[in-house]
């Protein structure tokens, strides 16, 4: 079966830290993966998401990175975090054209 | 920015009721999708109607979807406490994401 891994939890960083930020997929090939932000009470806002290794999408231009470097494995990254990019943030992964997403547990990041 | 919008943006219900959340989007979609959020976790999907399909079910969850109106609706029957948390719908296009929506809080209480 399919599992999707998230960390850290919780992250707690100053502001101008670097963040770094890994989801894993186990059990499929080839998926879709997806980075979103959910701010406190609100939907999820759509980072970015990758069809493939080296191919990412970017939704919105921000202080936010993003890499795949293996089939299976999304990183989001920041040279330098602003107050603004705390939120929770959730690593999804989807396959097919259906685009049914299954999601990780979150990572909760405060920026101080 | 989000396409679907839910109404009510809260609910609140006595267990044994039914709640019904509405979602209505902007553009033309392959699939739309509900998704439930319990607290500080990551989401779960629910049910998904394809484009052509007008109901759904599955156990006590009922979907409607009118695109004409660009609308969907997610009733829960007799729900419980563990039904408590926030449902977001989501909608297919043509590429390859989906666009959620700001969500509904359900709370049921005993």
């Known amino acids: 079966s399919q599992t999707i891994h998230q960390w850290p939890a919780t992250l707690v960083q100053p502001v101008g830290s670097p963040l770094s930020l890994e989801c894993t997929v186990e059990g499929t090939s080839n998926p879709n993966l997806y980075w979103y932000r959910q701010a406190a009470g609100r939907g999820l806002q759509l980072l970015f998401y990758?069809?493939?290794?080296?191919?990412i999408s970017s939704e919105v231009p921000q202080n936010l990175s993003a890499s795949r470097p293996q089939d299976r494995q999304f990183i989001l990254s920041s040279k330098k975090l602003l107050l603004s990019d705390s939120g929770f943030y959730l690593c999804a992964w989807s396959v097919g054209s259906v685009y049914e997403q299954y999601f990780g547990p979150g990572t909760r990041l405060t920026v101080t | 920015s989000q396409q679907g919008e839910e109404d009510p943006q809260a609910l609140s219900i006595q267990e044994g009721e039914n709640a019904t959340m509405n979602c209505s989007y902007k553009?033309?979609?392959?699939?739309l999708q509900w998704y439930r959020q319990n607290s500080g976790r990551g989401l779960v999907h629910l049910i998904l109607?394809?484009?052509?399909?007008r109901e759904k079910h599955s156990g006590r969850l009922r979907v409607t979807l009118d695109t004409s109106k660009k609308s969907s609706s997610l009733l829960i029957t007799a729900s419980r406490a563990a039904d408590t948390a926030s449902y977001f719908c989501a909608t297919a296009g043509t590429a390859s994401k989906l666009t959620f929506g700001t969500g509904t809080r359900l709370q049921v209480t005993l």
């Open positions: 553009t033309s979609i392959n699939n």
């Open positions: 109607i394809r484009s052509n399909e």
């Open positions: 990758s069809v493939g290794i080296g191919q």
